[in-house]
Nanobody, 116 residues
Framework: QVQLVESGGGLVQPGGSLRLSCAAS????????MNWYRQAPGKERELVAV????????NYAESVKGRFTISRDNAKNTLYLQMNNLKAEDTAVYFC?????????WGQGTQVTVSS
């Protein structure tokens, strides 16, 4: 059974940093593309960052490029999102995601609030 558990969210001031983690289980983590999404109040869920399995190449939404870094530790079955220079508009619930065939799997999300 696929399970994704996010952690690391919280309240941070503008310009601050947070590191999100996603512990994965129930599948061969190293073989799959992993994604971070976020959803702000009243807005649609948006893709923030992608990391591929082989080689670990990455892609980012324009809004976070240069500030966020996605990474993975295949030995620990864990996905990360390092978020620097946070802005108020980064406030959202952040979700870990993987797609396997027709199935999309989501964690429960972790709240990130950027406010002074």
């Amino acid at each position: 059974q696929v399970q994704l558990v996010e952690s690391g969210g919280g309240l941070v001031q503008p310009g601050g940093s947070l590191r999100l983690s996603c512990a994965a289980s129930g599948f061969s983590f190293s073989n799959y593309v992993m994604n971070w999404y976020r959803q702000a109040p009243g807005k649609e869920r948006e893709l923030v960052a992608v990391i591929r399995s082989a080689g670990g190449s990455t892609n980012y939404a324009e809004s976070v490029k240069g500030r966020f870094t996605i990474s993975r530790d295949n030995a620990k079955n864990t996905l990360y999102l390092q978020m620097n220079n946070l802005k108020a508009e980064d406030t959202a619930v952040y979700f870990c995601n993987t797609a396997q065939g027709r199935n999309h799997y989501w964690g429960q999300g972790t709240q990130v609030t950027v406010s002074s």
